[in-house]
């Protein structure tokens, strides 16, 4: 039955029922609308019932949510005010709606009487997201019957989700009696219910859970999901497994088991093991390309034009998975769409990854001899920005260890790492992502944050950014005293501005007279000082021994670690390396 609650009633059924959905983190950025829902959450993070981030930035925010969502897997709620507040969150649901997390949005509002008459911060903020993310306008009546749906509902679907809440009247509860402001809701469930504050060890249980049989707790993803019911391909046509983000060890167990190459992005979660391929993208560019005749696609593949002009070929049999979010990468419309990772019942003929095997390890030894050659001694010792990215980024790869995780940002930082990161071995739980749905370089700081927060247990956390994503996001460095604050080193690769459009065309020497300004634009901001500004520990690395030392280190809060290099000859190695590739397979 519908009931007219008191706005401070309403603000805490809706946190109630978000944590009977499973919400042990909430992301609150303040305002005087969403007043309610932030005295009540910080009555609840008093409780230990959750862990409460204050956040002055709504898009930092939204991005904080996205990577504690990430990180660990479990759905995570942001609470804004009315107004622009909202809209500051729009990249954030963008994303999780390309990569399927569940973020929940809880939108303060003025109430619908109030819309449309000019009224302060009031605005058409009901649904604002569009296509991105559902949206349920709650207002007092709403019956709690209906509530608990929908904030279930939101928990638990793939992707965003807007809760937006009409506040009408007072909006803060009796200051005489604060014991109110939050009450852990009761349920005869309530020991499956309730969750460690330490989402990992939630998540580790949950696990254990499912591997015993059990169920997982509200709101817990299962780290691993492996169908083993998919269509049975027959063998055969020569194939090549391509994983791209979020792809799992799905993709990786279908290339062992049928001996295909497998060619994996550094996130895809699936660049593990013997079938992997280190340099796969490159051998695209060769004359084992024109030999395969059979494609299967896992995860977002997005980081290079060899694997997306694979995937789109009508001339070959495209086999595209549909992934979190629901959509299978079909850039070609080509694919044949499937809902599950498919199977095979026995190997294939071994003779066809050895092949690539073969390629592949010549050509990872040509880059990795010339590319020490191409090190002089001023550069061994550390002359400031003369390390070559691609070293750099084998050297963040190798420190990738046994419970580790890795967030890389976009554009050069993940390609380089496509290059040089050699396969890691299985079943030492390295987590490594990025926010890859739309590829887009907003909010990594606070996405890396974020998913450092959501994993607590890993043995050490990286994130490796470039400059430009870096200072997109310095926000994220925005942290208050008394906030949550993760143990993470930021390896930021400085080289004065956008070097990644340097490989393409505008890139080229038609171009050269505008493009420093209009594409590289330079920055020259002074990393040191703002680091200080946030009280962040800095350290400039000009040796790459270092960087290896200071990666093995177990540092205590946030850290930023910038390796200065150049962005002027990154034309010439994109050209080096296709060069190289075509060496490798003549």
Do not use: K
């Amino acid at each position: 039955m519908a009931s007219d609650r008191a706005a401070s009633a309403l603000a805490l059924e809706v946190l109630q029922q978000l944590w009977l959905g499973g919400v042990r983190d909430v992301v609150l950025s303040p305002g005087s609308r969403s007043a309610p829902f932030a005295l009540a959450l910080d009555a609840a993070d008093r409780a230990g019932d959750l862990r409460l981030h204050v956040r002055v930035d709504e898009r930092s925010a939204g991005f904080l949510a996205l990577g504690l969502a990430t990180g660990s897997r479990r759905p995570v709620a942001v609470v804004t005010t009315s107004g622009t507040a909202v809209g500051n969150l729009l990249p954030a649901v963008m994303e999780a709606h390309h990569t399927g997390r569940r973020l929940v949005v809880v939108s303060a509002d003025r109430p619908d009487r109030l819309r449309g008459t000019g009224a302060n911060q009031t605005t058409e903020q009901a649904g604002i997201f569009g296509t991105f993310a559902p949206c349920h306008d709650l207002s007092s009546e709403v019956a709690s019957a209906d509530l608990s749906r929908i904030a279930a509902q939101a928990c638990s679907r793939p992707g965003p989700t807007q809760l937006n809440v009409q506040l009408d009247g007072d909006l803060l509860p009796p200051p005489a009696h604060p014991d109110s402001w939050w009450q852990r809701p009761e349920t005869h469930a309530m020991a499956q219910l309730q969750a460690d504050s330490d989402p990992q060890a939630a998540g580790n249980r949950a696990t254990a859970q499912l591997q015993s049989g059990g169920s997982v707790g509200p709101g817990v993803e299962p780290s691993v999901s492996v169908p083993t019911d998919g269509e049975l391909l027959p063998l055969g046509p020569r194939t090549v497994v391509v994983a791209g983000d979020d792809a799992g060890p799905a993709a990786r167990l279908l290339a062992e088991s049928a001996g295909w190459p497998l060619v994996a992005e550094p996130t895809s979660g699936a660049r593990i093991g013997g079938q992997a391929l280190r340099t796969g993208r490159l051998l695209l560019t060769t004359a084992l390309r024109d030999e395969v005749e059979r494609v299967v696609v896992v995860g977002h593949p997005t980081l290079s034009r060899p694997v997306t002009s694979l995937i789109s070929d009508p001339a070959l049999e495209v086999l595209s998975v549909r992934g979190r979010s629901g959509v299978a990468t079909d850039p070609g419309r080509v694919a044949r769409v499937l809902d599950l990772v498919p199977r095979v019942d026995r190997p294939d003929d071994a003779a066809w990854f050895q092949r690539w095997q073969s390629a592949d390890q010549r050509l990872s030894d040509l880059i990795d001899s010339e590319l020490a050659a191409r090190q002089s001694p001023s550069r061994e010792t550390g002359t400031a920005g003369n390390a070559s990215p691609l070293a750099v980024a084998a050297v963040v790869g190798a420190a990738v260890g046994a419970e580790t995780t890795l967030v890389v940002g976009s554009s050069n930082a993940v390609r380089d790492l496509d290059v040089m990161a050699t396969p890691w071995p299985p079943l030492q739980h390295r987590f490594v992502v990025g926010n890859r749905g739309l590829a887009g370089i907003d909010g990594m700081v606070s996405s890396a944050v974020g998913i450092a927060l959501g994993r607590p247990r890993a043995a050490r956390t990286i994130a490796y950014l470039g400059d430009l994503t870096f200072l997109h996001d310095t926000n994220g460095l925005l942290i208050g005293p008394r906030e949550p604050r993760p143990d993470l080193t930021l390896v930021v690769l400085s080289d004065d501005g956008g070097a990644i459009f340097s490989t393409l065309e505008q890139g080229g020497p038609d171009y050269a007279d505008a493009f420093e300004r209009v594409f590289a634009t330079p920055h020259g901001t002074d990393l040191a000082a703002l680091c200080a500004a946030h009280h962040t520990a800095y350290e400039r690395v000009d040796d790459l021994a270092r960087l290896a030392h200071a990666l093995a280190e177990s540092p205590s809060g946030i850290r930023v670690l910038e390796v200065p290099v150049s962005r002027s000859d990154r034309r010439a190695e994109a050209a080096w390396l296709r060069r190289l590739a075509r060496q490798a397979v003549p």
